[in-house]
């Protein structure tokens, strides 16, 4: 087959880096009871962060988030009362909680002492202020009262995708193929936004199953961006920045260096696309060895086509396509490329699962149980236009290319008696978030 598809050279692209700590760190200093963030600073933010994207999925200016009282958010969640919890992490704790104007919401409540702090905070205020997008989560607002920091999200009833991949009860019937190509496909749409339409490209930093929430109808949106940075921009190709992130995800250029690039969000998306297929966490101490990274135990089967099946999630039940298997280890191998620059964008792979994430004729889906009440339905994101023939033949040509690239330049390395190690983590005890 002749490869058709020929990835983007690497872009010269330059240092903007965004340093939190001066001014708009200091705006925190300086909030009242439910007071807004500093004009000055939103203005300031806004004309560097514009995002560029297609009309109908994003705005050229910032959207303004409602600056909340600690009192109205309390009264939303009845006091943060337990029955209210939803989820709970390093960052602190999420309560579902409703407005006065009937409105169902998420509030996340920031742990002052946990992994995200003021400044973390105040990069996500901006960041989802500025940037909108179907498949990113929509900031409804934020409280600054006195030591408070909460913030206010729209509600996804499904919550998110490791409820539904990993640690299944007896109760929940595991994601089909086809929704794990569709959460899949929609995360690399909110990548290919940040990396490619907005101006200049926002690195997302911590992709991770967690932080992908799910819509009444299994559209997927990225949360949690307190760890974005702003991507280089004009002569400059990295930024040079301390190493965070979550471990397991990592890209093995960026433990080693600290220089930053989209190209590490496209390595942590493929390790995202290996937790889907095979149903394994990226990290698990009861594996043994080094096994317990998902990359280690995965690498023998990406690198064997005949092991292929060896990968998927037992869950399944064989209910999936080989063909479809093998297309999208293909994308995940290209992702997951030791060298950056071999690595495809968002866009290709964004393309290249289009095909996949679309329903067999005549699939009828069955939802999956999660211990959630529903309270709100938003059909308004849901993606009802289908491809024509010849987008959809595009997609698959796209798969294929990418897989024949990964499998090319898999005999090139074997040839020059390369040894690509795809991580370079090996001590599974470390705190979880670097």
Same mark, same amino acid.
Not at 167 to 187: C, N, V, Y
Not at 294 to 315: C, F, G, Q, S, T
């Given at each position: ?281 990226? #990290? ?65 792979? #964004? ?84």
């Amino acid at each position: 087959m002749n490869c058709f598809l020929c990835f983007k050279p690497e872009k010269k692209m330059a240092l903007r880096r965004m340093e939190w700590a001066g001014p708009v760190a200091n705006t925190a200093t300086s909030m009242g009871s439910g007071a807004p963030l500093q004009e000055s600073e939103s203005k300031e933010q806004s004309s560097e962060l514009r995002a560029n994207g297609e009309p109908a999925e994003s705005s050229s200016t910032a959207k303004a988030a409602k600056a909340f009282t600690f009192r109205e958010l309390a009264t939303a969640t009845k006091n943060f009362r337990f029955d209210c919890l939803i989820g709970e992490g390093g960052f602190g704790k999420v309560y579902k909680g409703q407005l006065e104007n009937g409105q169902v919401v998420a509030v996340k409540q920031l742990d002052l002492n946990g992994f995200q702090g003021n400044r973390e905070f105040l990069v996500e205020v901006l960041m989802l202020s500025l940037l909108h997008h179907p498949n990113l989560v929509s900031l409804v607002g934020y409280c600054a009262d006195g030591e408070q920091r909460l913030l206010v999200y729209e509600y996804m009833p499904l919550g998110s995708l490791a409820d539904h991949l990993l640690d299944l009860t007896s109760d929940q019937i595991p994601l089909s193929w086809h929704k794990r190509m569709k959460i899949a496909h929609g995360t690399a749409k909110g990548l290919e936004y940040l990396h490619e339409k907005a101006n200049p490209p926002v690195i997302y930093r911590d992709l991770k199953s967690p932080n992908i929430l799910l819509d009444e109808e299994y559209n997927p949106k990225l949360s949690d961006f307190g760890l974005a940075k702003l991507g280089p921009v004009g002569e400059k190709t990295h930024i040079s920045t301390r190493v965070m992130g979550t471990y397991g995800y990592c890209a093995p250029e960026y433990i080693k260096t600290g220089q930053l690039t989209i190209k590490t969000d496209v390595y942590s998306f493929g390790v995202f696309l290996l937790e889907l297929i095979t149903g394994k966490r990226a #990290v698990d101490s009861a594996r043994p060895g080094r096994d317990q990274i998902l990359i280690n135990w995965a690498k023998p089967m990406i690198r064997d086509r005949r092991r292929y099946h060896e990968l998927v999630d037992p869950l399944l039940r064989g209910e999936y396509a080989e063909r479809d298997l093998s297309q999208a280890v293909g994308v995940a191998a290209m992702c997951l490329e030791e060298e950056d620059s071999v690595r495809p964008y968002m866009s290709d792979a #964004v393309v290249a699962l289009g095909f996949l994430a679309e329903a067999p004729s005549g699939c009828e889906e069955t939802t999956s149980t999660v211990p959630q009440n529903k309270l709100v339905e938003d059909h308004s994101l849901t993606d009802s236009i289908k491809p024509d023939e010849s987008t959809f033949d595009r997609q698959r040509a796209v798969a294929e290319a990418i897989e024949w690239g990964a499998m090319r330049h898999k005999q090139k390395a074997q040839i020059q008696g390369k040894t690509t190690q795809s991580q370079c983590i090996t001590d599974p005890t470390e705190p979880e978030r670097m």
